[in-house]
């Protein structure tokens, strides 16, 4: 069974930083998609940043520039490092993984933005 756990996230002012972690365990194929997921209240929940099956990272149009995913193969963990952060950014920020129809969430990670 795949698990993750989110962590990294709280409360920063606009312009300000945070760096998530989410440290996967369990059995995780290459040939998965990973990253990171966000939802605001009221809102559906949306990809804001992943490692793509093929190979390259995509970003939602709104982050680019901004934050930047990475992953250390070795202690199979993910990293979203936001900089210039925006109200905007308010969200329960997931991590997941998956491909063929299988999907895993964590269980998400809190990050305010406000002055």
């Known amino acids: 069974q795949v698990q993750l756990v989110e962590s990294g996230g709280g409360l920063v002012q606009p312009g300000g930083s945070l760096k998530l972690s989410c440290a996967a365990s369990?059995?995780?194929?290459?040939?998965?998609?990973m990253g990171w997921y966000r939802q605001a209240p009221g809102k559906q929940r949306e990809l804001v940043a992943s490692?793509?099956?093929?190979?390259?990272?995509n970003y939602d149009d709104s982050v680019k520039g901004r934050f930047t995913i990475s992953r250390n193969n070795a202690e199979n963990a993910v990293y979203l490092q936001m900089n210039s952060l925006k109200p905007e950014d308010t969200a329960l920020y997931y991590c997941?993984?998956?491909?063929?129809?299988?999907?895993?969430w964590g269980q998400g990670t809190q990050v305010t933005v406000s002055s």
């Open positions: 997941h993984t998956g491909g063929l129809g299988v999907n895993y």
């Open positions: 369990g059995v995780i194929f290459n040939f998965w998609t």
């Open positions: 490692f793509a099956r093929g190979g390259g990272t």
